[in-house]
């Protein structure tokens, strides 16, 4: 798997990952939350359907951005979201969106972030090979949905 860098101290990194086989074909996404230590807070792969290349990769950052609200342990907590597709961290962060079926996941993705408080997205190119690739390619060979949460501490 490739190399991971941790987040600074009392921070955690959730690296995400879309993954679609051919466009339109069988999509995955896939995530795992770390802490500055590098012990796995959370991950997760799942299917999505038929999607392109870029909807994984919003899904995969919506799923995300998701399970850390879903938890007020993670509230106030100084986040990153990490994912390899430069275009969806951009639609992500205001840069512009040219594909109207994205607007509202991406309405959806802000607010969590501002819900967050110290959330934020990031866009990183050297995340093939990874764990988040893996659990993604997983989710798009259909191989069963999975979510894992382990104790903060």
Request: charged share 20%; proline share 2%; aromatic share 8%.
């Amino acid at each position: 798997m490739g190399e991971w860098t941790p987040p600074p101290v009392e921070s955690l990194k959730f690296n995400v990952d879309g993954s679609a086989r051919g466009f339109q074909g069988s999509a995955g996404i896939g995530g795992v939350l770390r802490d500055h230590r590098g012990k796995i807070q959370c991950m997760f792969s799942a299917f999505i359907g038929m999607h392109d290349a870029i909807t994984a990769e919003i899904q995969a950052i919506a799923r995300a951005s998701d399970l850390c609200l879903s938890k007020l342990e993670l509230r106030g907590r100084n986040i990153v979201i990490v994912s390899d597709s430069k275009v969806a961290v951009s639609w992500v962060n205001g840069e512009g969106i040219s594909n109207i079926q994205h607007v509202q996941s991406i309405y959806d993705i802000r607010c969590n972030l501002k819900s967050l408080g110290q959330a934020k997205v990031v866009y990183n190119s050297r995340m093939s090979k990874t764990f988040a690739d893996h659990l993604a390619k997983k989710g798009s060979g259909n191989e069963g949905d999975m979510l894992t949460w382990n104790d903060f501490g």
